[in-house]
């Protein structure tokens, strides 16, 4: 068993870099961005919840996307492992995980967290909004309050992880192979995994 956390704010390649992880250690993809945008698409009660929250660049509740997570491991039982995109993303989130890990007697390996500048992350994120159909992509306004949310609320995580001694900082700019290498390199590193 062998499960990671891809974390860092909005635009950082967290998506990008989870479809090439799960690809090399053959792990289960857990993105709360996708979920979310998924029950949108159907239209489910959760999903028009979520929908007008996320459009302005603000986090869902803890409570939705904690009982996502839950639902997901238990359709998982097999797994040789999780990596977890775009969530935690609350210290309660943090919490409620290492509680479904303790007791699924699971055990969190790493938090690889993408480094990237205010900058490069809007100019990212208006780009993919000229072709996704991404309402929270589409506007400055909302993107950069989709990073404030994240100093304000998502940031403190980091610190929840690195008190644990599980943090790895990596420099998110750059080609998105070369990111991916040094995202390997640190696993294999900290984590002994080849
Ligand atoms: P997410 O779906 O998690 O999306 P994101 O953080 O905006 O994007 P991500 O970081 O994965 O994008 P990527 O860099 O790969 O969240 C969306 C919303 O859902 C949140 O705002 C919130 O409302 C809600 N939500 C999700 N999880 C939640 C939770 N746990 N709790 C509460 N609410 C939650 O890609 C960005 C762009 O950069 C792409 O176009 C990509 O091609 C490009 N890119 C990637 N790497 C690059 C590189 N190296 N160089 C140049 N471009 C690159």
């Given at each position: 068993m062998f499960n990671l956390i891809?974390?860092?704010?909005?635009?950082?390649?967290?998506?990008?870099?989870?479809?090439?992880l799960?690809?090399k250690y053959?792990l289960?993809?857990?993105?709360?961005?996708?979920?979310?945008?998924?029950?949108?698409?159907?239209?489910?009660?959760?999903?028009?919840?979520?929908?007008?929250?996320?459009?302005?660049?603000?986090?869902?509740?803890?409570?939705?996307?904690?009982?996502?997570?839950?639902?997901?491991?238990?359709?998982?039982?097999?797994?040789g492992g999780f990596i977890?995109?775009?969530?935690?993303?609350?210290?309660?989130?943090?919490?409620?995980?290492?509680?479904?890990?303790?007791?699924?007697?699971y055990r969190l390996n790493r938090v690889l967290?993408?480094?990237?500048?205010?900058?490069?992350?809007?100019?990212?994120?208006?780009?993919?909004?000229?072709?996704?159909?991404?309402?929270?992509?589409?506007?400055?306004?909302?993107?950069?309050?989709?990073?404030?949310?994240?100093?304000?609320?998502?940031?403190?995580?980091?610190?929840?992880?690195?008190?644990q001694n599980k943090l790895s900082?990596?420099?998110?700019?750059?080609?998105?192979?070369?990111?991916?290498?040094?995202l390997t390199t640190a696993i294999e590193l900290q984590t002994n995994k080849v």
């Amino acid at each position: 068993m062998f499960n990671l956390i891809l974390f860092g704010p909005p635009g950082s390649g967290k998506g990008t870099q989870a479809e090439k992880l799960i690809e090399k250690y053959k792990l289960v993809h857990i993105s709360t961005g996708n979920l979310l945008r998924a029950e949108i698409e159907a239209k489910t009660p959760l999903g028009l919840e979520a929908k007008s929250i996320m459009a302005n660049g603000k986090l869902v509740s803890d409570e939705i996307v904690i009982g996502m997570i839950s639902k997901k491991f238990d359709e998982n039982p097999h797994a040789g492992g999780f990596i977890f995109d775009g969530f935690p993303r609350t210290i309660a989130q943090a919490e409620a995980l290492d509680k479904m890990m303790q007791e699924k007697k699971y055990r969190l390996n790493r938090v690889l967290s993408m480094e990237v500048s205010e900058q490069e992350l809007v100019k990212r994120l208006l780009n993919r909004g000229k072709t996704s159909d991404r309402a929270d992509d589409k506007n400055e306004d909302v993107i950069r309050k989709r990073i404030k949310e994240y100093w304000d609320k998502t940031f403190p995580v980091a610190g929840y992880y690195e008190q644990q001694n599980k943090l790895s900082g990596i420099e998110g700019e750059g080609s998105i192979d070369d990111i991916f290498n040094r995202l390997t390199t640190a696993i294999e590193l900290q984590t002994n995994k080849v």
